[in-house]
């Protein structure tokens, strides 16, 4: 079966993951709803590039995914304007690095509001949609820190082990009505945001930027290769498709190794 003419909502689209979701669902045919922080100018070139390129519908909310108000809008906008809402990906993330006992109350109650609770209010008012037209695809951008801990990073690794607590019972609830729940766990990805980072690490420690790379950001990835975009894209492509109707309730990882450390 084709996703062409199905709806998709991507959450935090406007760049790296999410928007490289995005651009694989509206490459196979799935009208979608961005949404996302940003500059305005810029999101409007993304979304109309987006339309023009793959001759489908795109829509952008900026429903700011700390508030459950706008987080319902924006399910019900996707539902009155696209017409349904068929593949939900929950991708939008911030990060905060500081010890437990320095971490801000007010950046781990936002760390926890976007990559965590966020998931929960798009899904709930997005399954009474898939419900009704008996098929769905929810996708819920973990990461390996949902499997694994670091250091210095508690609020982001209790959200990203959260959302798979919370995809495993999304997918139990609705495991006999043709819709599946799944988050996947890249490691390091090659976004721009990652990119940009690289030089000026550099310059503070004093090392290559190729030493950044593999010594520093890439330590833990036993490939020494950054996760491309387009690879996560391409596995939330397949978790939509007929073929992958009995993976649910899985974390699955794409993460050059990572995991088996
Ligand atoms: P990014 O910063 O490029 O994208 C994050 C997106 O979330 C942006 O579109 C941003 O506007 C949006 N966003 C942030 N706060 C928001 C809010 N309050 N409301 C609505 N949208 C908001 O980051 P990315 O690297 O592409 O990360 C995307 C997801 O992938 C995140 O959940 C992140 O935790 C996860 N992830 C990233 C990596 C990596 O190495 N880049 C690895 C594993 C998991």
Not at 133 to 145: D, L, M, P
Request: contains cysteine; aromatic residues 6%.
């Amino acid at each position: 079966m084709s996703l062409k003419g199905k709806c998709g909502v991507v959450t935090g689209s406007t760049s790296g993951i999410g928007l490289g979701i995005a651009r694989a669902l509206a490459g196979a045919g799935v009208n979608v709803m961005l949404n996302g922080l940003g500059d305005a100018l810029e999101i409007e070139k993304i979304r109309s590039k987006l339309e023009a390129e793959f001759s489908v519908r795109v829509l952008y909310s900026d429903a700011d995914m700390t508030r459950p108000g706008e987080i319902k809008a924006m399910i019900e906008k996707t539902f009155a304007e696209l017409g349904g809402l068929d593949i939900l990906v929950n991708n939008a993330g911030i990060q905060h690095v500081d010890a437990v006992d320095a971490f801000p109350d007010e950046k781990w109650d936002q760390i926890i509001a976007i990559n965590l609770s966020s998931a929960f209010h798009t899904t709930k008012h997005a399954l009474a949609i898939m419900k009704d037209s008996g098929w769905g695809r929810i996708i819920n951008i973990a990461s390996v820190h949902g499997l694994s801990a670091s250091p210095f990073k508690s609020a982001y690794i209790a959200a990203k082990h959260g959302v798979i607590g919370l995809t495993k019972t999304v997918a139990l609830e609705v495991a006999e009505q043709n819709i599946t729940a799944n988050a996947i766990c890249p490691g390091y990805v090659k976004t721009p945001l990652v990119e940009a980072q690289i030089p000026d690490t550099a310059r503070i420690k004093g090392i290559s930027e190729a030493e950044v790379i593999r010594d520093v950001m890439l330590a833990r990835q036993p490939t020494k290769e950054f996760v491309g975009v387009d690879e996560v894209a391409a596995f939330a492509l397949f978790l939509c498709s007929d073929d992958a109707k009995s993976i649910t309730g899985a974390a699955l990882n794409i993460d050059g190794g990572w995991m088996t450390l």
